[in-house]
């Protein structure tokens, strides 16, 4: 079994990764299969003196990386690198020097080209087997995407349209690493438009302000993208972090019909939802509600892939490809004077078959 080493106990690390690797332990060990090694060993300097965070016999917390690499062996450790952005490559670095080979990092994979580019060399130099964070598309959800798109059941994909809101103050507020809002949710769409599209240009980027109180954070309050891929598709993602409900959707709009795609909210509820109009699809089968836990199953694959040493060979160049066109609408945002907040609103999705 792999023992998991979780670097940086925010949001996602103790929130999600913790979690999800303490559900992923239970379900393996049921079925006779285990994958993970608990006790995790947690990482985070806002973890003051060794102790724990949640149950004991799921983590043990430690407030420096030294500590953490003590407790761990470098040949089973797999290291899940949930720290900001502009952290990453330093820590990646030092985990590489201390023997650690297997990484499951965080969306976005860097903060710049620059750091992107030496985080590739980094990777080669040092063999390390390397995931990043991308539940969206190894979700049942985007396999069914992909069946309609490769299938062409619905006929030629021609748009593909992405909403994620939701209200986000208190985080942004707390100053979590996130520079802009396109760091936030916007990465888990982008790898998804070029997993059912293929490659893409940079149209248009935008971010706004988000207002709270006598507050206003800069180009935190959402984001905007437009991208067209080379296969004629053109891709619009909108992400507003002051909305007031939240909505995690992707429509789909074919030449001959429409697949409206609801992913999980939160992780309260595991279910998907796939809403088809259009073809030869029968009335039963239009709607479809399923079971969807998308990151237990993604870490699964990726413990899976690492004991056979393969763990990252479609997952990276698809992180890469994405981090390349988020640095590209950062730097279109850093030129392009930012708006202040927008009101939410919903924009109805075009018919299947506009371009």
Known sequence: ML????????????????RTLARLARRTAATGDPLVALPAVGCDPRAGAPG??????????????????????????????????????????????HGVRRLIVEKPLASSAAELDALVRLRERADLDMVVVSHWTSSRLAGRL?????EETLGPLRRITVDQHKPRFLRSLAADGHPTALDVEIPHSLA?????????????????DLRCEDRALPRLGGAEVELEH???????????????????????????????????????????????????????AAHQVFRDDALTDFLAGAYRGFASGTAGAVNFPLACATTRLLCAARAHCAVVPHTTAVPHTVVPHARAGSR
């Open 52 to 97: 724990t965070v949640g149950a004991p016999d799921e983590v043990t917390a430690v407030s420096t990386l030294e500590q953490a690499l003590a407790r761990v062996d470098p040949g089973t450790a797999v290291a899940h690198v949930c720290t900001p952005p502009r952290l990453r490559y330093d820590v990646i670095a030092q985990l590489a020097g």
């Open 230 to 284: 080379p296969s004629g598709v053109l891709t619009h993602l909108r992400s507003d972090l002051g909305a007031p409900v939240r909505q995690r959707s992707v429509v789909c709009a074919f030449e001959g019909g429409t697949a409206t795609a609801h992913f999980p909210l939160s992780e309260d509820d595991d279910h998907a939802q796939l809403i088809v109009h259009g073809g030869a699809a029968e009335s039963e």
């Open 192 to 208: 998804l438009a070029l997993d059912l599209a293929g490659p893409a240009e940079l149209r248009v980027a935008r971010c706004w």
């Open 146 to 150: 992909r069946r309609l798109v490769r």
């Open 3 to 18: 023992q998991p080493l979780v670097v940086g106990l925010g949001r996602s690390g103790s929130g999600l990764h913790l």
